[in-house]
């Protein structure tokens, strides 16, 4: 795909008014307000770089990170030095800055971003105290009295010297800042940051490369605080280690959770709300209370715990509800995705040859030999702890078979990661459903499609990849249509019923133009009405040549889709054959003691109370 579509005509919607009128009302507060409250502005303009980097770290991609102010100490520090005793100009001062942060971080990352849990948040204190002290320690860097007399930044002929024009240089980096976290978190992939908060499984299984897509968010995070350290060094005209210490570190991130860590504007929200209020508070605590001292961190502190009991989104999402929304923009139809060659119905897809998954002293998958072919659907059954979910892991390259071989579309993946066996065209839905319920259908959907696309993280900052974009947002249409859940495309996925749910991750899974479609438990949970309308969408793409494994516990619905059956005992292979043969079995009627094989389970009308759930809880 080379061609570029050109873009959809802008439209000037409510939102986009109500966007230009902040701008306007932006441009003039530096001219209208007291000198003060300008300087003040500038500062929460430039806190509210560094928290838009937080937010695509911490909101986005769920990476808690309190060492952000040291990121901004490097590039205050490295224009300080550079301009004061090198004579740099502050613009190469700001390259220089930006070079050695993302040095930095990107070693940091390489080293800790592989922890999990609390350990990274940890690992972040850890960083943050450390650079303090370097800067602190270190004489050349002035020590704790830091480094004064830094040059003004100079604009063409304009030196910046007033703190009016100062908060110009500020708003417009914050503008491109925000300009550029907004165009990512709409492309592909921002679609991927989104998805590995649902868990390293969830991202792979759509060919994102988890580790690399984290070092490069904390690398771009740390950018965007290094950038706000040389706004806030030729600001003050003078740098100390003191603002970017720990303390400031952790400012930012209560900045982020009162505004909303989420959302972009919710940064520059929280960043407005709490300096000014520390500002206010600063004033006003000591003489209500008749004593100085810093009183204002024992409330944010409140604030902060406040916040997270009844608004754990953040202030910013009250806001924005009474906003004017926008609906999403679809591009032009370009160039489609080249289709992916099919093998030939009847042609062997997946062989699993002799597999031997062992946990410790447990063998759960004990010798299994199976084989798939292109154009059938194979049902993989058997009762609880059989090993079918063990299975299942293996042939999607989520765990390693311990011995045995697993060979898909001619390729040994019996040690291949999920991102490559998906690459070779395989796609899977989840056993708990894994949407982004914040998000619509169509972008859900989108994110199947991620491992047909090309396009980085600079070229989606820039907006580069409309071209892909757009067919992409057309190929997840196409499926939506297909899967009978065209019309509510620009609805939000919270908002659909755990049967549409389902469905929606089937869509999700064909954006991939997969040859093989691995469905795990798709009926758990659902009505009897949904599981119908499940099995006739199955038997519909069965019918348009899709090969379907899927794993399932509904006998009913089982016995009367499938074309062939695998049934697993204890990690071995107790039987194979024809929905038929295998409701003759009498070693299969034995493991399934006490269930039914030939009457359905369920009837309409008596489907247990609270089945049906949503999607908010369940992504
Ligand atoms: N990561 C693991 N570590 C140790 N044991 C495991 C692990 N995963 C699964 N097992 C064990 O392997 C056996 C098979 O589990 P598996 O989840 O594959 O069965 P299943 O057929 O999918 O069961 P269910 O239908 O209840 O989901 C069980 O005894 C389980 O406890």
Redesign the pocket.
């Known amino acids: 795909m080379t061609a570029r579509t050109t873009a959809a005509p802008a439209r000037f919607t409510p939102r986009t008014a109500l966007g230009a009128s902040l701008l306007l009302v932006a441009l003039a507060l530096p001219l209208v307000l007291p000198l003060f409250q300008v300087t003040l502005l500038t500062n929460v303009l430039i806190f509210s770089v560094v928290v838009v980097g937080l937010v695509l770290l911490t909101g986005v991609i769920g990476l808690t990170s309190f060492g952000q102010a040291a990121f901004m100490g490097v590039g205050g520090y490295a224009t300080a030095i550079l301009s004061t005793r090198y004579g740099w100009s502050p613009w190469l001062g700001l390259l220089a800055g930006l070079t050695l942060t993302g040095l930095v971080a990107w070693a940091l990352g390489l080293l800790t971003l592989r922890m999990q849990g609390h350990y990274l948040p940890l690992a972040t204190i850890a960083w943050g105290i450390s650079l303090y002290y370097v800067f602190g320690n270190t004489p050349a860097l002035g020590g704790f009295t830091g480094i004064t007399d830094i040059p003004p930044v100079r604009l063409l002929v304009w030196e910046l010297t007033s703190p009016r024009q100062y908060a110009y240089l500020a708003l417009a980096a914050l503008l491109l800042v925000l300009w550029l976290a907004g165009h990512l978190l709409s492309s592909r992939v921002g679609r991927a940051m989104r998805a590995l908060r649902g868990g390293p499984v969830v991202a792979e299984a759509f060919g994102v490369n988890n580790f690399r897509l984290k070092v490069e968010v904390f690398v771009l995070s740390a950018l965007a605080a290094a950038l706000a350290g040389w706004l806030y060094a030729h600001s003050q005209r003078f740098v100390n280690p003191t603002p970017f210490g720990i303390n400031a570190g952790i400012e930012y991130l209560f900045m982020g959770v009162v505004g909303g860590i989420q959302y972009l504007l919710g940064a520059v929200f929280g960043a407005a709300l709490i300096t000014q209020l520390r500002e206010v508070l600063q004033d006003f605590l000591p003489r209500l209370i008749g004593a100085q001292g810093n009183f204002e961190v024992i409330f944010f502190g409140v604030l902060v715990i406040l916040t997270l009991q009844f608004a754990r989104r953040g202030l910013w999402p009250l806001v924005e509800r009474l906003l004017p929304q926008d609906r999403l923009r679809i591009l032009p139809p370009g160039p489609a995705f080249p289709e992916r060659p099919k093998p030939a119905p009847g042609t062997p897809l997946l062989s699993v040859q002799n597999a031997v ?1 062992q ?2 002293g ?1 063998r ?2 004990d010798d299994v030999s199976f084989e798939l072919r292109a154009g059938e659907i194979l049902g993989l059954i ?12 293996l042939i999607t390259g989520v ?1 390693p078979a311990t011995s045995g071989q697993i060979t898909f579309a001619g390729q040994d993946i019996s040690r291949a990661g999920a991102g490559t066996i998906h690459r070779l065209g395989l796609s899977r839905t989840f ?1 708990h459903v894994h949407l982004l319920p914040e998000l619509t259908l169509l972008e859900n959907t989108m994110m199947g499609g991620y491992a047909r696309g090309r396009a980085g993280m600079v070229q989606s900052m820039l907006h580069l990849e409309r071209a892909e974009e757009a067919a992409l947002q057309h190929e997840a249409l196409r499926q939506l249509q297909r899967v009978g859940l065209g019309a509510q495309a620009f609805d939000l996925a919270g908002n659909l019923a755990l049967g549409q749910q389902r469905i929606l991750e089937v869509a999700r899974a064909l954006v991939a133009d997969p040859t093989l479609l691995l469905l795990d ?1 798709p009926a758990a949970g659902l009505r009897y009405g949904e599981k119908q309308e499940l099995s006739a969408l199955l038997k519909r793409l069965r019918d348009e040549g899709v090969t379907i494994l899927i ?1 399932e ?1 509904d006998m009913d619905l089982v016995m009367n889709l499938v074309d062939r059956l695998v049934v ?1 005992n204890y ?1 071995q292979k107790l039987a194979q054959g024809s929905p038929a043969e295998i409701r003759e079995n009498q070693g299969v009627r034995e493991a399934y003691l006490g269930v039914d094989m030939t009457e359905p389970q369920e009837q309409p009308g008596h489907n247990p109370p609270g089945q049906e759930q949503r999607a908010g809880g369940a992504a």
């Open positions: 998954k946990f410790g447990l759960a998958v058997g009762p609880n702890g059989a090993g079918k979910s063990t299975m299942f892991n765990n056993q438990e794993v516990h697993m990690g």
